[in-house]
């Protein structure tokens, strides 16, 4: 897989399409949730993307500290296609995620609303339940913090 990372700024207007279109198959058409995606978060954020034989595949949006959670940067917006899970690449996509949250903003917590299906997925990944359950969208999260955002081994 091909990962790239651009501000909001740099994103290409097909990069662009293809991010809101796998954020709205994902998000909204299989998880059947009404929510308006276009939060105000894009423009600041930096958006990883993860592309097989030129396809956005996988995608990740990479919040700076302040702008999700006061005290953590955060990754959010995790979507692979339908058509390539069970590959590895949620995996993958995450610890490119995390490396490239260390390069970008340096070593500091990273926080994230977690499905909490999950759970257990974060949890291999370094992440730790913090706080109460609670509905994002109708669908159960749980808040998950990983200190200090270094590689994962």
Same mark, same amino acid.
């Given at each position: 897989m091909l990962f790239l990372c651009h501000p909001f700024a740099q994103l290409s207007v097909d990069q662009l399409y293809a991010i809101l279109s796998l954020r709205a198959e994902i998000f909204v058409v299989e998880q059947r949730c009404i929510y308006l995606d276009t939060d105000g978060k894009d423009q600041d954020s930096w958006h990883l993307m993860g592309f097989d034989e030129g396809r956005?595949?996988?995608?990740?949006?990479? *919040? =700076?500290?302040?702008?999700?959670? =006061? %005290?953590?940067?955060?990754?959010? /917006? *995790? *979507?692979?296609?339908?058509?390539? /899970?069970? @590959?590895?690449?949620? @995996?993958?996509?995450? %610890? %490119?995620?995390?490396?490239?949250?260390?390069?970008?903003?340096?070593?500091s917590d990273l926080k994230i609303s977690a499905q909490w299906h999950l759970e257990a997925f974060y949890r291999d990944l370094g992440f730790e339940p913090t706080g109460q359950r609670y509905l994002e969208d109708g669908l159960p999260h749980q808040a998950m913090v990983r200190r200090d955002a270094s590689p994962s081994s």
């Open positions: 956005l595949v996988a995608y990740t949006r990479l *919040v =700076p500290q302040g702008l999700s959670y =006061p %005290e953590a940067a955060s990754i959010g /917006r *995790v *979507v692979v296609a339908l058509d390539q /899970r069970g @590959k590895g690449l949620g @995996k993958a996509l995450m %610890e %490119e995620s995390v490396r490239r949250c260390r390069d970008l903003f340096g070593p």
